[in-house]
């Protein structure tokens, strides 16, 4: 089979019919769907390099644009884009209060877990809140619950870490609708802004890294209002999980979306705290753009063998399975 980067081939067979559905470019770019050898949909004429001549995706755009300039973004926003922000907070809350529902078991169960550790209003355990409703909100999208989820640079679990840090916060803090939608706007900026350089698909948990850095950008904004601290922020989230791998969408999905939202809050307290990297070490250097670069540069050329490696001992494991345990009927 001649096919480079994203290819999925899938086949569901039951008693009586066989789909099959055929993914290719893009891991939501669905190319081919038949029922029983029938076609029931073709993209004609697309493949992954289709819109090579296009204009410049939305990504590219992002990739281009320095980090202040980004960010410049939110000092537009009218209602009607505080509304839309706002009811990415909705959603994901109301993913998470399913997560922490005791009568429900879904997914790995962290955020059940991690409540327990939570004193309601009380400050010291307000890392612990976020963790906890954070990876709720994922354990129920990963154990299949049937509810939307507001995504951040085309990922739900993304979106989860973006959002809801930042909004626990403002609500612990009693920031105004306006305050909170512009700092999770700014969080949803700042994931996009290092998912545009680290490949929507890639070998580090975006989850983590990107969304967390968005956190940790939109909680320290929230608090501060000043983009010196929120770069810093950033700067502390990348040095602490830039080596996160990502191994699949599971249910242990949880406990990275868990760590990616306490992280992003340990970041901005720390440097709403005064404490900051005073010059370049490491993956950190002196700008964000480079720091993100590096980061990327760790991603695209460092960890190019990890999926093949991750896929290679996925695929042994099933192959040594019985078929019929995956059959559907």
């Known amino acids: 089979m001649n096919k480079h980067g994203v290819y999925v081939r899938a086949i569901v067979t039951t008693e009586h019919h066989t789909a099959e559905c055929v993914i290719e470019g893009s891991h939501t770019n669905i190319v081919k769907v038949t029922l029983d050898g029938k076609s029931t949909y073709a993209l004609q004429g697309i493949s992954q390099n289709a819109n090579k001549n296009d204009e410049k995706s939305i990504p590219d755009q992002i990739k281009a644009m320095s980090y202040r300039d980004l960010v410049s973004i939110m000092d537009n926003m009218d209602e009607e884009d505080i ?28 955020g059940k877990s991690m409540m327990k550790y939570v004193e309601d209003g009380d400050t010291r355990t307000l890392g612990n809140k976020i963790k906890a409703i954070s990876a709720a909100a994922s354990d129920a999208r990963m154990g299949g619950a049937p509810l939307p989820v507001m995504s951040s640079a085309g990922s739900g679990n993304h979106g989860i870490t973006a959002i809801l840090p930042v909004y626990i916060v403002a609500e612990h ?24 350089r680290m490949g929507r698909l890639s070998p580090v948990c975006g989850c983590s890294v990107a969304a967390g850095a968005g956190a940790a950008a939109g909680i320290t904004f929230l608090l501060s209002k000043d983009l010196h601290k929120v770069e810093k922020a950033v700067e502390i989230l990348v040095s602490n999980l830039v080596g996160m791998l990502c191994d699949g969408a599971k249910d242990t999905c949880a406990l990275k979306v868990g760590t990616g939202a306490y992280e992003a809050y340990c970041a901005a307290m720390i440097v709403l705290d005064g404490n900051e990297l005073d010059g370049p ?24 063998n990890v999926d093949n490696i991750i896929i290679d001992f996925v695929s042994r494991r099933y192959a040594e399975e019985d078929p019929s345990e995956h059959a559907v009927s």
């Open 281 to 304: 070490q490491g993956v950190v250097d002196e700008t964000i753009e480079k720091t993100v670069a590096n980061a990327a540069a760790i991603n695209i050329e460092g960890m190019t």
């Open 173 to 196: 803090y009693h920031k105004n609708k306006e305050e909170m939608a512009k700092a999770i706007t700014l969080s949803h900026l700042t994931t996009s802004f290092l998912k545009s």
């Open 83 to 110: 509304d839309y922000v706002m009811e990415g907070v909705r959603m994901n809350m109301e993913i998470a209060e399913l997560g922490l529902d005791p009568k429900r078991k879904l997914g790995l169960g962290v």
